[in-house]
């Protein structure tokens, strides 16, 4: 398969996933969006499930290299543009693909395929969370602490504040995590010249590839993404 037609693939997936949702999605939905029929969607896969781990895949690759573009900054403004993208509150318009997102989470449990790609998605996050949180230690911007423990501390309230927004539409726990978060745990990682930026000067950049689709809250589901992602 050609990178364009994978491309056009992995984009009519997410174009669907956050029209329709995952319980509601269909190969029918994604060849839709795509010049494919759906009998040529399974040419290059074999059934919805692993269409839906080469998404997972996809994403994995896309986040990479947009965690990459910021590794030359200092690690606390690292630090606060990871804060900020993983801890921030959803944006509406996203909302729908995040529930999707949470939907295909819940399957994993009973979905070997799923739980094999969310594990490695979340091992994946996780690893950069810790690089940056090793590499403040080491610049001498945050104090020595076990970088694992506290990565896994601020993955688990975010994600616990994000399905807690997602599934009973309590909005401000984002946001509430997020600064409880600023000022109670990463406040005692600082050394005492270190300053948390209170409004961050670089961000982790939307993956361009699911990036430009127009918003419409019309049936057909057309979509805008800033190319935000779920680990």
């Given at each position: 398969m050609t990178?364009?037609?994978?491309?056009?693939?992995?984009?009519?997936?997410?174009?669907?996933?956050?029209?329709?949702?995952?319980?509601?999605?269909?190969?029918?939905?994604?060849?839709?969006?795509?010049?494919?029929?759906?009998?040529?969607?399974f040419y290059h896969y074999e059934s919805k499930d692993e269409l839906i781990g080469a998404f997972i895949d996809y994403l994995v690759e896309g986040f990479e290299a947009r965690i990459e573009r910021t590794s030359d900054q200092r690690p606390v403004d690292r630090l606060a543009a990871f804060v900020e993208w993983w801890c921030g509150p959803a944006a509406a318009e996203e909302t729908g693909y995040l529930s999707a997102m949470l939907e295909l989470r819940?399957?994993?449990?009973?979905?070997?395929?799923?739980?094999?790609?969310?594990?490695?998605s979340d091992d994946q996050l996780r690893s950069a969370l810790v690089e940056i949180l090793e590499d403040g230690m080491d610049s001498g911007e945050f104090r020595p602490h076990d970088a694992e423990v506290v990565a896994d501390l601020l993955l688990a309230a975010a994600d616990g504040a994000r399905i807690r927004q997602l599934t009973i539409g309590r909005d401000s726990y984002s946001e509430t995590v997020r600064d409880g978060l600023v000022a109670h745990l990463l406040a005692?990682?600082?050394?005492?010249?270190?300053?948390?930026?209170?409004?961050p000067s670089i961000s982790i950049p939307p993956d361009e590839r699911l990036d430009g689709v127009e918003t419409s809250d019309e049936?057909?589901?057309?979509?805008?993404?800033?190319?935000?992602?779920?680990e």
């Amino acid at each position: 398969m050609t990178d364009d037609a994978r491309d056009a693939i992995m984009l009519a997936t997410y174009e669907a996933l956050r029209a329709e949702g995952y319980s509601e999605l269909t190969a029918q939905s994604i060849a839709d969006r795509t010049d494919k029929s759906k009998a040529a969607l399974f040419y290059h896969y074999e059934s919805k499930d692993e269409l839906i781990g080469a998404f997972i895949d996809y994403l994995v690759e896309g986040f990479e290299a947009r965690i990459e573009r910021t590794s030359d900054q200092r690690p606390v403004d690292r630090l606060a543009a990871f804060v900020e993208w993983w801890c921030g509150p959803a944006a509406a318009e996203e909302t729908g693909y995040l529930s999707a997102m949470l939907e295909l989470r819940a399957q994993a449990p009973y979905n070997e395929t799923y739980r094999e790609k969310l594990r490695a998605s979340d091992d994946q996050l996780r690893s950069a969370l810790v690089e940056i949180l090793e590499d403040g230690m080491d610049s001498g911007e945050f104090r020595p602490h076990d970088a694992e423990v506290v990565a896994d501390l601020l993955l688990a309230a975010a994600d616990g504040a994000r399905i807690r927004q997602l599934t009973i539409g309590r909005d401000s726990y984002s946001e509430t995590v997020r600064d409880g978060l600023v000022a109670h745990l990463l406040a005692d990682l600082l050394e005492p010249e270190t300053a948390y930026p209170a409004d961050p000067s670089i961000s982790i950049p939307p993956d361009e590839r699911l990036d430009g689709v127009e918003t419409s809250d019309e049936a057909e589901g057309s979509v805008r993404t800033d190319g935000e992602e779920t680990e």
